[in-house]
Nanobody, 121 residues
Framework: QVQLVESGGGLVQPGGSLRLSCAGSGVTFSSYAMNWYRQTPGKEHDLVAT??????????NYADSVKGRFTISRDDAKNTVYLQMNNLKPEDTAVYYC????????????WGQGTQVTVSL
């Protein structure tokens, strides 16, 4: 059974930092591209950051709104992907989800349950 479990969310003041983690089980983690999405009420999931499988170079990409503030990384030995979020802004408030997409077939993907991030005074 495949499971992705996010952690690390919480309440933080503007300008603060958080590090989200997503731990996977039941998959060969290194064969998956990993993504972080976020969702606010009434809106679609927005892609925040992606990191390719290390087997194909592990390149990263970011939404324009988070470039220079967020960093995605992965530790395949620990089956974990991270999202370091710095200089947080109120508009970063959302539920953050990780997803895993199999590099050989993008229709094979999995989602975590999400973790709430709230940026407020």
């Amino acid at each position: 059974q495949v499971q992705l479990v996010e952690s690390g969310g919480g309440l933080v003041q503007p300008g603060g930092s958080l590090r989200l983690s997503c731990a996977g089980s039941g998959v060969t983690f290194s064969s998956y591209a990993m993504n972080w999405y976020r969702q606010t009420p009434g809106k679609e999931h927005d892609l925040v950051a992606t990191i390719a499988s290390a087997q194909v170079g592990g390149s990263t990409n970011y939404a324009d709104s988070v470039k220079g503030r967020f960093t995605i990384s992965r530790d395949d030995a620990k089956n974990t992907v991270y999202l370091q979020m710095n200089n947080l802004k109120p508009e970063d408030t959302a539920v953050y989800y990780c997803s895993a997409v199999w590099r050989w077939n993008p229709s094979r993907y999995y989602w975590g349950q999400g973790t709430q991030v709230t940026v407020s005074l």
